[in-house]
Antibody, heavy 118, light 107 residues
Framework: QVTLKESGPVVVQPTETLTLTCSVS??????????VSWIRQPPGKALEPLAH???????SYITSLKTRLTISKDTSKSQVVLTMTTMDPVDTATYFC??????????WGQGVLVTVSS | DIQLTQSPSSLSASVGDRVTITCRAS??????LNWYQQKPRKAPKLLVY???NLQNGVPSKFSGSGSGTDFTLTISSLQPEDFATYYC?????????FGQGTKLEIK
């Protein structure tokens, strides 16, 4: 049974760095042709892919946020970590992690609502 | 990054209707196009991958077509549980971008 679960702070202050962890089970982060992405959704708005890490550790980022994002993984712990620097109120959103297979997001975590506020 | 534009942004329909949602890519993405359904306060659910392949457990009332830059999702015989927001997503190149969504509402 494949599951993903996001964890991290629900409130961060402006200018702080956000660190989110995605803990996965039911598959290995080294399985060929699979990867994990972070996707966010501001309240009432569309889905925005942030970062992706593949089974062979290739990473990619959305161009508009590339300088603020870092994605990494610890295969032994079955965890994928996203850091986002210089948080701003406009970054308030639900942050999801999702597994990719053939480029489609076939399993999702429940999401974590992160509010940026002082 | 590849841009996806969905139309319409919102759509009103009645139970039993058939509806079609369109997704246009800013460049050719071959058949690397997927569709999702999202209900309020829930994570999206993969419905269709690679244009026309139904994910396990998805009913055949959902169907997809297209290639290159133009794609469609058709939902037949709408039921109350089908009223949700639908997103297309390209898997041609990273970042795997989404369309802006189509909100399907009950008329």
């Amino acid at each position: 049974q494949v599951t993903l679960k996001e964890s991290g702070p629900v409130v961060v202050q402006p200018t702080e760095t956000l660190t989110l962890t995605c803990s996965v089970s039911g598959f290995s982060l080294s399985t060929p042709r699979m990867g994990v992405s972070w996707i966010r959704q501001p309240p009432g708005k569309a889905l925005e892919p942030l970062a992706h890490i593949s089974s062979n550790d290739e990473t990619s980022y959305i161009t508009s946020l590339k300088t603020r994002l870092t994605i990494s993984k610890d295969t032994s712990k079955s965890q994928v970590v996203l850091t986002m620097t210089t948080m701003d109120p406009v970054d308030t959103a639900t942050y999801f992690c999702a597994r990719t297979q053939r480029g489609a997001f076939d399993y999702w975590g429940q999401g974590v609502l992160v509010t940026v506020s002082s | 990054d590849i841009q996806l534009t969905q139309s319409p942004s919102s759509l009103s329909a009645s139970v039993g209707d058939r509806v079609t949602i369109t997704c246009r890519a800013s460049q050719s993405i071959s058949t690397y196009l997927n569709w999702y359904q999202q209900k309020p306060r829930k994570a999206p659910k993969l419905l269709v991958y690679a244009v026309s392949n139904l994910q396990n457990g998805v009913p055949s009332k959902f169907s997809g077509s297209g290639s290159g830059t133009d794609f469609t999702l058709t939902i037949s015989s709408l039921q109350p549980e089908d009223f949700a927001t639908y997103y297309c997503q390209q898997s041609y190149s990273t970042p795997y971008t989404f369309g802006q969504g189509t909100k399907l509402e009950i008329k």
